[in-house]
C-alpha cells in the first residue's frame, strides 16, 4: 500500500524558516517523481514544486521561488521543502504527492507526467507574528 | 501560466442523477489533464488523467472528455459518497495549474 506521511509543520513568525518532510513507503521511492501542493485554509489547490525521480529536473511555483528548495533521499524514502523567508501568505495545509507516468507510444515507454496518483494527509503551516 | 476555470462553481445535484462538470485551459493542454476530487479534512484522490484515463479503483460512473481547451467530468449516477470539491489540472506546460473548483451538492 502507497503511504506518504508529511511532518515538520507548525506555526512560525513571518521571515522564518520550516522544513517539511514526506517519508514515502509502500512504492520504490527512486522510481517516482514527487511534489509539494498546498491548500490555503478555504482555498483551493495550488501545486508548488516537483522534483523528477533522479533530482535532474525540479521546478518551483513563482509565489515560491528563491525562498522555498525541494529535495529528496532516495536512499532513505524522503522527500523535503525547506521554506525560507515564509510569509503570511505560505498559511497553508502542505500535501506531499506522488508523480503518475504516462505511456509514450511513439517510444514505448513510461514517462514521468506531471499529474498526482497519491496524496498525503498533508501538514499545517502557519506563518503568523 | 495556463489559466484553468471550472463550471459551476456549485452543482446541486440530486443522489441518482447525472452530474456534469466542466473545465476550461486558457490554451491548448491536448490531453493533459487530470481530475481530483476532494472531500471535508481529506487529501485529494485522483480520479482521472490523461482526460479519460480512470486512475486505479475509480468507478465506471466517473467519466472524462475532451482535449484542448475543453474538458468534461460526467458522474453518471451520484452515490452520497459523490458529493464534494471536484477539481482539474493541467500538467502539459510547467507550471502545473489547477482550477478553483467545483463544489458538488447534494439538492
Known amino acids: 500500500e502507497v503511504q506518504l506521511v508529511e511532518s515538520g509543520g507548525g506555526l512560525v513568525k513571518p521571515g522564518g524558516s520550516l522544513r517539511l518532510s514526506c517519508a514515502a513507503s509502500?512504492?520504490?521511492?527512486?522510481?517516482?517523481?514527487m511534489n509539494w501542493v498546498r491548500q490555503a485554509p478555504g482555498k483551493g489547490l495550488e501545486w508548488v514544486s516537483s522534483?523528477?525521480?533522479?533530482?535532474?529536473?525540479?521546478y518551483y511555483a513563482d509565489s515560491v521561488k528563491g525562498r522555498f528548495t525541494i529535495s529528496r533521499d532516495n536512499a532513505k524514502n524522503s522527500l523535503y521543502l525547506q521554506m525560507n523567508s515564509l510569509r503570511a501568505e505560505d498559511t497553508a495545509v502542505y500535501y506531499c504527492a506522488r508523480g503518475g507516468y504516462i505511456y509514450d507510444i511513439l517510444t514505448g515507454y513510461y514517462l514521468e507526467a506531471g499529474y498526482f496518483d497519491y496524496w498525503g494527509q498533508g501538514t499545517l503551516v502557519t506563518v503568523s507574528s | 501560466e495556463i489559466v484553468m476555470t471550472q463550471s459551476p462553481a456549485t452543482l446541486s445535484v440530486s443522489p441518482g442523477e447525472r452530474a456534469t462538470l466542466s473545465c476550461r485551459a486558457s490554451q491548448s493542454v491536448s490531453s493533459n489533464l487530470a481530475w481530483y476530487q476532494q472531500k471535508p479534512g481529506q487529501a485529494p484522490r485522483l480520479l482521472i488523467y490523461g482526460a479519460s484515463t480512470r486512475a486505479t479503483g475509480i468507478p465506471a460512473r466517473f467519466s472524462g472528455s475532451g482535449s484542448g481547451t475543453e474538458f468534461t467530468l460526467t458522474i453518471s449516477s451520484l452515490q452520497s459518497e459523490d458529493f464534494a470539491v471536484y477539481y482539474c489540472?493541467?500538467?502539459?506546460?510547467?507550471?502545473?495549474?489547477f482550477g478553483q473548483g467545483t463544489k458538488l451538492e447534494i439538492k
Open positions: 522534483i523528477s525521480s533522479s533530482s535532474s529536473y525540479i
Open positions: 489540472q493541467q500538467y502539459n506546460n510547467w507550471p502545473n495549474s
Open positions: 509502500g512504492f520504490t521511492f527512486s522510481s517516482y517523481s
